[in-house]
DNA sequence: GAACGGCTTCACCACTTCTTCACCAACTCG
DNA sequence: CGAGTTGGTGAAGAAGTGGTGAAGCCGTTC
């Protein structure tokens, strides 16, 4: 049978996303993003290059629309860039675009050692 | 007769799993699982490293869908796992993936560095 | 029909994750 | 440069999830 579209894994830079687990895996090593977490990761994957607005990211995964001065998609985009620091510490996911939001872009800093 | 693929034997790690007689061994130990039990042990094994979904599970196991709050598979996840550490104390096989599900990965618990 | 084994459900508890808050740093604009 | 706004960060209480032992149910065996 198909698979739809945002089910198939995904393979973006020195990253494997795989929708149906719940999963983000760099190597063999496992990024162990919550659920939440995960949502918003792969959410920003899929527009990969593009800048997502904060509320449109807030909806996307509690639904309904975001209060003014909510700090919960930044706190959780913290969590995340947290998480995959541990595994992939000389790269960078997620770029902060001030006063609009987030974009997904991976990008490898100038760490030295690649593994 | 040609035999199936999901009736063939599995050697993973220290484990031979025989699905034709539904037996787990771990040298000339049985695991000794009942029917249930083997059924979630062989499913997990057979999509060995990923993780699988609780509905998912339930649904292969039991048929139907899985009701909210329904602790059937966790109960079961614990017995298999209980009877495996009577026979293979210093082994790990079945990972949890907390608000997602299950994972089977054979690994060593005693204490010696390997990653 | 009593004993037994396996399956299901329940309740309690420990642990993980979520949400919110406060404080500080970074950025924008005049 | 200074005031105001926006994002980064750590922490704490609340809420959610899984581990676990045991009781009840059911079919089978003796």
């Known amino acids: 049978m198909p698979v739809s579209s945002s089910q198939q894994v995904l393979q973006i830079a020195n990253l494997e996303i795989r929708p149906h ?3 983000v895996l760099v190597g063999d090593r496992r990024a162990g993003l919550t659920v939440r977490e995960f949502e918003l990761f792969f959410m920003l994957a ?3 290059d593009s800048v997502v607005q904060r509320p449109e990211i807030y909806t996307s995964i509690w639904g309904g629309t975001m209060q003014r001065r909510d700090r919960s998609v930044d706190v959780l985009v ?3 860039r ?3 620091e541990l595994v992939a510490p000389e ?3 997620i770029h902060t675009h001030f006063g609009i939001g987030y974009r997904f872009s991976p990008e490898r800093t100038s760490a030295s050692g690649d593994r």
Chains 1, 2 share one sequence.
């Open 78 to 80: 913290r969590k995340v």
């Open 46 to 48: 899929q527009r990969r």
């Open 21 to 23: 687990e719940l999963q």
């Open 82 to 84: 947290h998480k995959l």
């Open 91 to 93: 790269w960078k996911y």
